[in-house]
Each structure stands twice: as C-alpha cells, then as structure tokens.
C-alpha cells in the first residue's frame, strides 16, 4: 500500500579501453573487478555462492531444461570471472561482456538510488585503480544500454512479491504501465533501431531491443514481461519480479519515479485494486513507437478501442495509485509514498505541457536539449556523427569527462542525494534487509568469510573439517536493529556463528 517493498538494481556497464578498439571486454571487464577488489586487501576474496541460483525456473509453472537454454542464461555456472560481494552489501562481476554492479536489497526508492549512485562511484574508482596497474589500462566506463551498433546491455530492476499474485494478473496490468513509463524514466537516445542506423532521437535507451510480450529471455528475443522465477527468499511466500525493460539512469529524479511508481502499481496488482483493463493492443510495436516520438504525442491504442498518449496513460495508473493509498492509508501515508506521487504527477502535468520543462530531473529530457542546443548552435543534423559522440559522453561516469556531471555541477540537475551519503553507501550496506548482516559480515571477518550469497553467508572457521552455512532467507532478518548488536559485540566469526546457532 506505499512505495515500501524489498528492490535492488543490476547495471551492467558500456566498456572501453582507449585506444584499443579491439580489446577483449571480457577480459577488461575482469581487469575492472579484480582493480576494485584489489583496494580491498584482502588475501582470499570470497567467492559467489551459486547453490542457490535458479534462473531457468519460469514463472508460469515450468523449468526450461539446460539444453535449450542460450549459454547467456546460466547466470548459475562459475565461469572463472571476476565476482566480488563488497562490504556495502552490493555483488561487483563480470557478466559475460560487462562489468556489473548488483546492488544490496533495500526498501525505499531513494535508498535504491542511493546504493545504485553508490555502484558509479565503485565503477569510477576500478577505473581509475585499473588506470595505476604496471600494464596501465586506460578504461572507460559508459553508464548506458547500447553500443550503437546493434548490441544492448541491461539496466534490471528486482522487486520482491507475493507469491500468491496470480501471474497473468502481473502480465496484464504491468505490461501497459511498462510501455508507457519510458516517458518518466528513458534515458534518450540517438538513432533508431538496434543499430541507430536510422536518424533521430528517441525516449529509450532499451526499446527497441524487445521483441515479445512475455517470456525468460534477457539476452535475445527480450521480452517487456521477464518470467524468470528466482526469488532469492521463501518461494512459498515469494518471488523477484525480474524487470529487463528499464534504462540505466544517471538522473536521481528518473531513477526514483521508475522504482517508486513500479512499487506502488505493484502494490495494487497484488491487492487486486486496478480493475480496469488498460490491455494494449501490439504492446511490443506500442512501445517502439512511444520511445520514437519525443514530441510523446504518439497515440496507443487500447484493446477496448480507446486511444491515449503515454503520459495520458500513465496518468490512469496516477489516478488508481492516489485512490488506492486513500483507501488504504487515508491520511496516514508515509512521507516517499507521498513524494512519489507528488512528483509523478508534476511530471506527467509538464511532460504534457512541455517536455523541456522536465529538463532538470529525467535523463532524456536533459539529454534531449543538450542536443538541440548542439543542434541549433551548429546546424547539426541527426545524422552527424557529433551528436552520436554527445550521446555517448552523456553516459560517461568521470565527472570531469561526462556531459550529465556537467549539467550537475552547472546545477540544471536535480539531485535527491548529497555526495556525502553516496559515498558513505559505496562501503556501507543498507540497515533495513539482510544485506546488513552479509555486508558487515565482508566488513569485519572478511578473513573467515569463504562464500556468500543473497541467500547465505559461508564462514570458513578453524577447527571445522567443513564450511558452515548462515542461511539468509528472509530479506526482512539481518538488519541493523536484528542483528547489529551482536555484530558489534562478536570479536570473532567463531563467536558470531556460536551466537548464531546457539
């Protein structure tokens, strides 16, 4: 009934390395992760635990067998990459072409964006280590969806749920909200077309790399509903709504309306509050052509016969969300819930006015107008190769490099955050969800800490032929109020694990 749920984000970061355009990115991914592990010190990193990874379960009742699966889709195999659990709670890997920073779980969606700006400051930090090893790697760091030639690479969002929601219910309501929320949270792009090779701009990043409404995929045929059945806690009580369809974010603002306004049309589905059906007719050509049309006067058409644009559709689901935290807290709404729709709703009231009125807080507005200003100033065309360089320099993460910083520090950017509480999220973890204990844990026994997952914590103690098992199921047990002052009290992982099991 509020924006409060479990969440986490998965980035995987664009990759260069100057002046080598034909450098393995795997092998510079890994040169990345292993920089930022190495400032760690740590004699034996631990390991990823895989025991609990299931990601060919789909949601609509059946596992898809190993055989038919693209090699993409064993995110349970050890590939021999470079895979990092930080002290921040936070999982730092090399996924497949791509560095990837997993953030910890939390439960609001400022602390989302507060640990997903925490994963640019450890990307910008292995960098720049990377850049002082003897063989001096010079890489660069995009944070964006697409190489402009054809390839696409994920900004994911998890959302815990409950398991009792039927999942065609999920399919039905979310898949018009996904369609059209592009208009509060795309990133911008120019080029359209998986390889940009036709001219213009368009609102997202990600649209059109998706090809089907619904299906396991995250990797090809990409589908705007992902069925992967994963849910890193009691599967009896949940599962991770695995979201592929959004765009990496730079903009706080962006990135604060997409998880708080997913949250709460969430929280509706799963309380069987939107009755109305808002079924799009060719969802997956509905949102291709919304993201080409930055004027965002594009017209989708409703199975019952209506017509909207996305932001008249989006404020639907505006409507339902004030009339269902009415009737579920009346006056007693806590105060993110409050802001959430606050902003959605200033946002969607300008973007309809005026798009350029949103420049300050979403990526692809700001980006939008830098470029025509580029445009005007110039006699740019879309097709020049300058405003496809723009585009790209927008993304990059070194402030004194990348355009979005710029913006910042010329303060036509709105932050939600300090620089003092990113920072501070980039070693520590989030106090209200297990990603405490498994943070602090990494933190101050990180010597007997042998493996560790979103599910467990493995402990390597003298005297035990084997490795003794914490069990982090629940995600709401292993917070600061939980378990702090054991931590604080315990010298020892023996004494901990002896706390722990009595």
């Not at 390889?195 to 990797?219: I, M, Y």
């Amino acid at each position: 009934m509020s924006v409060r749920r479990v969440m986490g984000s998965e980035v995987e970061y664009g990759i260069s390395v100057v002046g080598q355009p034909t450098a393995n990115p795997m092998l510079a991914s890994s040169v990345v992760v292993n920089s930022y592990a190495s400032t760690a010190g740590r004699s034996r990193p631990a390991r990823w635990d895989f025991e609990e990874e299931s990601p060919l379960r789909d949601a609509r009742g059946f596992d898809m067998s190993r055989g038919q699966a693209d090699p993409t889709q064993l995110t349970d195999e050890d590939l021999g990459l470079a895979n990092r659990i930080l002290t921040n709670g936070a999982r730092l890997y090399v996924d497949h072409a791509h560095p990837e920073f997993s953030s910890p779980e939390v439960v609001t969606p400022l602390d989302l964006v507060r640990w997903d700006k925490a994963g640019e400051q450890v990307m910008l930090a292995a960098t720049r280590r990377a850049a002082q090893l003897p063989q001096g790697e010079n890489i660069v760091l995009y944070k964006n969806n697409t190489d402009g030639k054809g390839a696409s690479y994920g900004a994911h969002e998890n959302y815990l749920m409950r398991r009792s929601t039927p999942f065609a219910d999920i399919v039905r309501h979310l898949t018009p909200f996904f369609v059209s929320r592009q208009v509060v949270c795309g990133a911008g792009r120019v080029g359209i077309g998986q390889d940009g090779r036709e001219h213009g701009f368009q609102v997202s990043q990600r649209a059109d790399f998706f090809e089907t409404e619904v299906g396991l995929e995250t990797t090809l045929k990409r589908p705007i509903i992902n069925t992967r059945d994963e849910p890193h806690a009691d599967p009896e009580q949940h599962r991770r709504l695995h979201v592929i369809i959004g765009d990496a974010n730079l903009a706080e603002v962006s990135t604060y309306l997409k998880v708080g306004t997913t949250s709460l049309v969430l929280a509706m589905i799963e309380d069987g509050f939107i009755t109305t059906d808002l079924t799009l007719e060719g969802p997956v050509a509905a949102l291709r052509a919304v993201s080409h049309d930055p004027t965002l006067t594009h017209l989708v058409t409703l199975r019952d016969g209506r017509s909207m644009t996305a932001v008249q559709l989006q404020r639907v689901y505006l409507e339902l969300a004030h009339a269902y935290v009415d009737e579920r807290l009346g006056g007693d709404v806590d105060a993110q819930t409050k802001d959430v729709l606050a902003r959605w709703g200033s946002v969607l009231d300008r973007l309809e006015r005026d798009p350029m009125e949103c420049a300050t807080e979403l990526d692809w507005v700001a980006k939008y107008q830098l470029l025509r200003r580029y445009q005007e100033r110039d006699g740019l065309s879309w097709d020049d190769a300058k405003l496809h360089l723009i585009d790209l320099q927008y993304a990059d993460i070194r402030p004194e490099k990348g355009l979005y910083h710029r913006l910042v520090d010329a303060g036509r950017i709105e932050r939600l955050l300090t620089d003092e509480q990113v920072e501070a999220a980039v070693h520590e973890p989030p106090e209200e969800t297990r990603a405490y204990f498994r943070g602090r844990c990494l933190a101050k026994f990180g010597a007997s800490v042998a493996a560790a997952s979103w599910d467990s914590v493995i402990l390597d103690l003298p005297g035990r032929e084997s490795l003794q098992r914490i069990p982090t199921v629940d995600p709401l047990r292993g917070t600061r109020a939980h378990v702090g002052r054991l931590l604080d009290e315990c010298e020892t992982a023996e004494a901990l694990f002896a706390a722990l099991t009595g």
